[in-house]
């Protein structure tokens, strides 16, 4: 919520609204205009007089759909999603949706006025906007039939696809209503259907693109061709306020084998050739001297990511309130038993599989397309227009499905690379496709910031009785949108938002700007501070003489809906065992526990861990996750595995360090990722409240970390307050 | 140099040590096979050379003249391709989907080799990245071939 309450907010929006009052007076209107079924002649036509047809349905004569998403593909499985919500009300199988994503401007900003796929945000927000299109159009296909046939509406019904009159026995195809359909008025209010009937939502519908995944037919932003374009590739400054002054090779460079010409950019240089190799290599050869200029960002030049930990970890200044209550300083003071621990957490790539790329064409109208990865339609038009000197009604962007994102695909000044393609296209003349290598994304991506919390807490033989958090950093919803130090859940969410009942608490924040160019990590704050908080919840404990896991349950007496989230994780791990204990391996594993209430879902899991050869091995990871209700249960488990090897990931070996002011790893040499045979095994619960629905992309992962943590801590003795596991040695 | 790409031999006039990957996708226009580090460390570029799985990134173009070279294009053209590319499909292992040529590729060279491996085979043959980490879902979808 954090994230989209700022966006809101910094856009002069309503928060999302997502009542069916809501839906019709505001975007709803045009959304439901744009239901109506097109003509297939109709439609050419509409195309040939307005290029940007914006609509989300279209209905055609075979009876099958196509449906505009407002949200990307990127592996989460969103377009099946949208056609499973929009099927079920249309009464049409999903399996006759083809679904593409909604472009840029038009109708679509459905979050609120904007839109953007992140934030976990994409099927709670589109759940309710779907539903309403899909009945909408339903109820248009059953009027025609009800005024071909001469006969009331409320006399028909639907099957999938077919409109049936019962009494005559009369029969029509969806398709071949269509035409009908679309010069009838759009109802005002169409009954939604009771869930208990639904055929679709809430079942495991295969995802709609598997196949072409595997076997190789999807396109991605890196595949683009365009008639006519060159290829560049490009080296950075190695830190951001560096320029190129020259290159002084320039000549030998631009007489290699298909290469058109160097180009000077904002603190890069770029070589443009007629393949992307030729590019690649001649950049390589490339003798740039680099020289001081000017960054809105500048990177200082002794920079490094260690001394900037013990910085925030001495940090003194104003500690913003974040949440309060009762009286956490007195408490401490008079408490027997208090501990203190300092917690970090480091910088992270995002280390999305497909790098970097995009692709910039003016024509000869003065227009612009562009072919790119982006989480943000709107906002990187209008970034783009900025680039380009053009309005952002003259640029056509042409969104690429996302071979990775985790938060990547987000605007951030100097790491998107479209700015630099579009330079590129204007200098050259022609198209062009600007791919960044890998060595490239690791130096300007936009990292998950380091961050550290200061705890304080008090316990007594019930449990805590007090808690003192102060979170020091800045937060990635500050430095992108303004949100002020206490009021940017990014820089404390998983440290604020806990569901524990502790009588006196204060979480504060200490705002100290980081140097880097950070962003939005898969779980954002949450990746980091739940790790701290339930961490140190386990030192409380354990200075308490009370087990972690029957801590948490009576800490949660007050939330039945938490209780039995916790129940069930232990449930389903065979009942709550610390351990150490052997294994029928011989290995000596111990496990860990741990929560999370992460973009409106709430988590328990518990991780099992031993250490082999001095290193920690995950064998089994078991993950209770409630969002409230879900859409398709295979999809929410697929994403629980993702958020599972994340979050295993960071835990185990992440970790983006900087010396001298330029990250260490350029590449996952020296950046290692989870490796398949590091992937735990995740047992996975699905628990529906019937809570309002919450988010599933990132919900999983942050419980994971403090879960293997805890089984670290409990197995070795060693208490990790520093991630990751890989720099601490447990021989 | 002339290359046997897919059953079909190209003329290829490229650098000799321009690595494989970039001939596939530049020279013969197949995007099927993915450019992810460059440093034969992902393995999305992974391509059957004899058969064998292969990080093409790092390999010379002139390195494998006269070897049969396979990618994600044609793998469906061989029994053991088509099982795997439906197990695949059936146990939904793709996410964001832009290893996966790579993974389909390396699980068809391993079940090729073995139709049957241990957990170990698995581990010494599956060594692909996936950042969204549907890795206990290669290994189902290998086990569901080797036990069909």
């Given at each position: 919520?954090?994230?989209?309450?700022?966006?809101?907010?910094?856009?002069?929006?309503?928060?999302?609204?997502?009542?069916?009052?809501?839906?019709?007076?505001?975007?709803?209107?045009l959304v439901l205009a744009t239901a109506l079924p097109l003509r297939p002649v109709r439609g050419q036509?509409?195309?040939?007089?307005?290029?940007?047809?914006?609509?989300?349905?279209?209905?055609?004569?075979?009876?099958?759909?196509?449906?505009?998403?407002?949200?990307?593909?990127?592996?989460?499985?969103?377009?099946?999603?949208?056609?499973?919500?929009?099927?079920?009300?249309?009464?049409?199988?999903?399996?006759?949706?083809?679904?593409?994503?909604a472009p840029a401007g038009g109708p679509f900003g459905i979050m609120g006025g904007y839109r953007l796929t992140g934030g976990s945000m994409s099927t709670r927000t589109g759940y309710p906007v779907m539903r309403q299109l899909g009945t909408a159009a339903r109820a248009m296909l059953v009027e025609a039939a009800a005024r071909e046939w001469g006969v009331e509406a409320s006399e028909l019904t639907t099957e999938p696809g077919v409109v049936v009159h019962e009494g005559s026995g009369r029969r029509a195809a969806y398709g071949d209503l269509a035409a009908a359909a679309m010069d009838l008025p759009v109802p005002v209010s169409p009954a939604l259907k009771d869930p208990a009937d639904f055929r679709w939502i809430g079942t495991a519908l295969p995802r709609m693109d598997v196949r072409a995944k595997s076997t190789g037919r999807q396109n991605y932003a890196i595949d683009v061709e365009v008639e006519g374009m060159l290829l560049a590739a490009l080296r950075h400054a190695p830190r951001l306020g560096l320029m190129p002054a020259s290159v002084t090779n320039q000549a030998e460079i631009e007489a290699m084998r298909g290469v058109h010409s160097v180009q000077m950019l904002d603190g890069a240089v770029a070589v443009v050739a007629e393949k992307f190799w030729q590019a690649r290599r001649a950049i390589d050869a490339a003798e740039i001297d680099w020289i001081e200029g000017e960054a809105q960002w500048p990177m200082p030049a002794g920079f490094s990511s260690a001394?900037?930990?013990?910085?925030?970890?001495?940090?003194?200044?104003?500690?913003?309130?974040?949440?309060?209550?009762?009286?956490?300083a007195g408490t401490l003071q008079s408490a027997d038993m208090v501990i203190e621990a300092t917690y970090d957490a480091p910088y992270m790539a995002h280390g999305q599989l497909e790098p970097p790329s995009a692709t910039?064409?003016?024509?000869?109208?003065?227009?612009?397309?562009?072919?790119?990865?982006?989480?943000?339609?709107?906002?990187?038009?209008?970034?783009?227009?900025?680039?380009?000197?053009?309005?952002?009604?003259?640029?056509?962007?042409?969104?690429?499905?996302?071979?990775?994102?985790?938060?990547?695909?987000?605007?951030?000044?100097?790491?998107?690379?479209?700015?630099q393609a579009i330079a590129l296209a204007k200098a050259v003349g022609r198209p062009v496709k600007l791919i960044w290598t890998r060595e490239e994304d690791f130096l300007r991506d936009a990292p998950r910031p380091?961050?550290?919390?200061?705890?304080?807490?008090?316990?007594?033989?019930?449990?805590?009785?007090?808690?003192?958090?102060?979170?020091?950093?800045?937060?990635p919803t500050q430095r992108w949108y303004q949100a002020p130090p206490g009021q940017d859940p990014s820089a404390t969410e998983g440290i604020s938002g806990k569901t524990y009942a502790i009588a006196n608490t204060h979480i504060g924040q200490i705002f100290h700007a980081n140097p880097a160019v950070i962003g939005y990590w898969r779980a954002v704050g949450h990746s980091m501070h739940d790790f701290m908080y339930e961490g140190f919840l386990d030192e409380l404990a354990q200075a308490g003489g009370l087990d972690p896991f029957e801590m948490r349950l009576s800490m949660l007496s007050g939330s039945e809906r938490h209780r039995t989230l916790l129940e069930r994780v232990g449930e389903i791990s065979g009942g709550w065992t610390p351990g150490p204990f052997e294994a029928e391996d011989g290995t000596t594993r111990a496990r860990g526990v741990a929560m999370a209430s992460p973009f409106g879902s709430e988590a328990a899991v518990i991780a099992e861990v031993s250490v082999d050869g001095g290193e920690v091995r995950v064998h089994q990871v078991w993950v209770a996750l409630d969002p409230g209700q879900v859409v398709n249960p295979s999809t929410v488990e697929a994403q629980v595995q993702s958020a599972v090897a994340l979050g295993t990931s960071q835990t185990l070996v992440e970790e983006l360090v900087y010396e001298n002011g330029e990250p260490t790893a350029r590449n996952f040499d020296m950046y290692p990722i989870l490796r398949p045979d590091q992937m735990p095994q995740v047992h996975t619960a699905i628990v529906e409240s019937g809570a309002p629905m919450g988010g599933v992309g990132e919900p999983g992962l942050p419980a994971v970390g403090p879960a293997i943590v805890n089984a670290v801590a409990t197995l070795t003795g060693q208490r990790i307050r520093s991630l990751p596991l890989s720099k601490h040695d447990f021989g | 140099m002339q290359l046997n790409i897919n059953g079909a031999t190209h003329?290829?006039?490229?650098?000799?040590?321009?690595?494989?990957?970039?001939?596939?996708?530049?020279?013969?226009?197949?995007?099927?096979t993915k450019y992810g580090c460059g440093i034969a460390q992902c393995g999305a570029c992974t391509v059957l050379i004899d058969g064998v799985a292969t990080r093409s990134c790092a390999t010379p173009a002139d390195s494998v003249a006269g070897l049969e070279i396979r990618t994600i294009e044609t793998v469906e053209d061989t029994e053991i391709g088509r099982r795997v590319v439906e197990a695949w499909v059936e146990n939904e292992v793709a996410q964001c989907g832009y290893c996966q040529s790579g993974q389909v590729l390396a699980a068809t060279a391993l079940l090729s080799d073995i139709p049957d491996p241990t957990d170990a085979d698995i581990d010494g043959a599956m060594t692909n990245l996936c950042r969204c980490g549907t890795y206990n879902k290669i290994r189902a979808a290998v086990r569901s071939v080797s036990e069909a």
């Open positions: 919520m954090g994230v989209i309450d700022q966006l809101a907010r910094r856009l002069g929006q309503a928060p999302v609204n997502v009542s069916r009052r809501g839906f019709l007076a505001g975007s709803g209107a036509e509409i195309a040939a007089e307005a290029p940007a047809v914006t609509a989300f349905l279209e209905l055609r004569s075979d009876g099958t759909a196509l449906l505009r998403s407002p949200f990307i593909e990127g592996g989460q499985g969103i377009f099946t999603a949208m056609a499973q919500i929009v099927g079920e009300e249309l009464d049409l199988a999903p399996e006759n949706f083809s679904v593409e994503i001394a900037f930990r013990d910085t925030l970890a001495g940090a003194t200044g104003e500690v913003v309130e974040v949440e309060a209550s009762g009286d956490a910039a064409r003016f024509n000869e109208d003065g227009t612009l397309d562009l072919w790119m990865p982006c989480q943000a339609p709107e906002m990187f038009v209008g970034a783009a227009a900025a680039a380009a000197g053009l309005e952002a009604s003259q640029i056509t962007l042409h969104q690429q499905v996302l071979g990775g994102f985790f938060g990547r695909h987000f605007l951030y000044a100097t790491a998107n690379p479209f700015p380091l961050g550290l919390a200061r705890f304080r807490g008090a316990v007594g033989p019930d449990g805590p009785t007090a808690l003192q958090v102060e979170v020091v950093g800045e937060g | 003329d290829v006039d490229v650098d000799p040590d321009t690595p494989l990957l970039w001939v596939i996708r530049e020279e013969l226009g197949l995007t099927g």
